[in-house]
């Protein structure tokens, strides 16, 4: 599954890395874009060729967290300087940890 697949209602995964370890946090979709090019990041995507991407709202417990420019065709990212490995399907994650 990628990111543009996600629906809101779906459960997104998240891996912290935090210094006592990884913790595994599910989220819910609570809003999702309409996938669009990022244009703030337009110099950097331009030498490979501008890609789509989307914009999510997840809620995780009692917080809600935006995730900006995560692109479409993509099951996973790093997001939050590397801190965070986020991916739209269970599989996906569970790669990672292992």
Do not use: C, W
Request: charged share 25%.
């Amino acid at each position: 599954m990628d990111f543009n697949s996600l629906n809101k209602g779906d459960d997104i995964y998240i891996l912290r890395k935090e210094s006592d370890g990884p913790v595994l946090e599910i989220a819910e979709v609570v809003d999702k874009s309409a996938a669009h090019y990022d244009m703030q990041n337009q110099s950097a995507a331009m030498g490979s060729g501008m890609q789509q991407v989307v914009d999510l709202t997840i809620k995780i417990g009692d917080r809600v967290e935006p995730m900006r420019g995560l692109i479409i065709t993509a099951q996973y990212a790093t997001y939050n300087g590397g801190k965070q490995y986020v991916a739209a399907d269970k599989e996906t994650v569970m790669r990672e940890v292992d």
